[in-house]
C-alpha cells in the first residue's frame, strides 16, 4: 500500500508560479507510476501529467505542455509539479496519484492510491 500527501497549493497571480509536492509512504515509490490530475468545480477530473518510474519518461496534458514540469526524487519518495504562467482556468483541485500497473496513466480508473487534493487558485 501507498500513501500520498499532496502540499504545496495556494493563491496565485495569474502569470505567476507554484510548486506541487506528493509526498508518498512505502519503500517501494521507485516501483510506482506517478500521476498530477486536478478537477475544477463542477468538472470532471482532468490528467495534468504523469511521470515513469525512472523519471526519464514524462507525459503532459496538452493545456500544461510546456508551462508545467513533473519530476520525481526516488530517494526523497517525493514528485513535484512545477507550474509556471499559470492562468485563472488552471484553479482547481490537484490530485497526486500512484499506481504500480501498466497502462493508459493518462486514465484517472488506472490509479490505485490517491491523495485528497490540495487547491489551486489563480486569479486574473
Known amino acids: 500500500q501507498v500513501q500520498v500527501v499532496e502540499s504545496g497549493g495556494g493563491l496565485v497571480q495569474a502569470g505567476g508560479s507554484l510548486r506541487l509536492s506528493c509526498a508518498a509512504s512505502?519503500?517501494?515509490?521507485?516501483?510506482?507510476?506517478m500521476g498530477w490530475f486536478r478537477q475544477a468545480p463542477g468538472k470532471e477530473r482532468e490528467f495534468v501529467a504523469h511521470?515513469?518510474?525512472?523519471?526519464?519518461?514524462?507525459y503532459y496534458a496538452d493545456s500544461v505542455k510546456g508551462r508545467f514540469t513533473i519530476s520525481r526524487d526516488n530517494a526523497k519518495n517525493t514528485v513535484y509539479l512545477q507550474m509556471n504562467s499559470l492562468k485563472p482556468e488552471d484553479t482547481a483541485v490537484y490530485y497526486c496519484a500512484a499506481v504500480s500497473r501498466f497502462g493508459d496513466a493518462t486514465t484517472p480508473n488506472l490509479y490505485d492510491y490517491w491523495g485528497q487534493g490540495t487547491q489551486v487558485t489563480v486569479s486574473s
Open positions: 512505502g519503500r517501494t515509490f521507485s516501483s510506482y507510476v
Open positions: 511521470i515513469s518510474r525512472s523519471g526519464y519518461i514524462t
